[in-house]
């Protein structure tokens, strides 16, 4: 099961994610997500844990308690949606204009 986890500290790391997690079973992976302009924490990650009996426990006992000084929220990730990206609309220059130039 994939978990999405929020209110991060921005300065958790990985491996504490991961030890948090550890407590209720095996953790496949644990992964706080990086800006890639900044290369400072977003303040969210995400862990697998391949036993979703565990990942569920998990869930119910870390959600709302502390990590690094921080209440967090956990849950369920949900699926990615088809497409990704920022901007799904399309776009281009003079876009909604019509014929006027």
């Not at 990942?55 to 959600?63: F, G």
């Not at 990730?77 to 003079?94: C, L, S, T, V, Y």
Request: glycine share 12%; net charge negative; no cysteine.
């Amino acid at each position: 099961m994939n978990i999405f986890v929020a209110k991060l500290n921005y300065a958790t790391q990985d491996e504490a994610l991961r030890e948090a997690f550890e407590a209720f079973g095996e953790v496949s992976s644990a992964k706080v997500i990086m800006d890639r302009d900044t290369g400072r924490s977003k303040g969210f990650g995400f862990v697998e844990m391949p036993d979703d009996t565990e990942a569920r426990s998990a869930i119910e006992a870390l959600n709302d308690t502390q990590l690094d000084g921080r209440d967090i929220v956990v849950k369920e990730a949900r699926p990615k949606e088809e497409g990704g990206g920022r901007n799904q609309r399309g776009g281009g220059f003079n876009r909604g204009r019509g014929d006027r130039y």
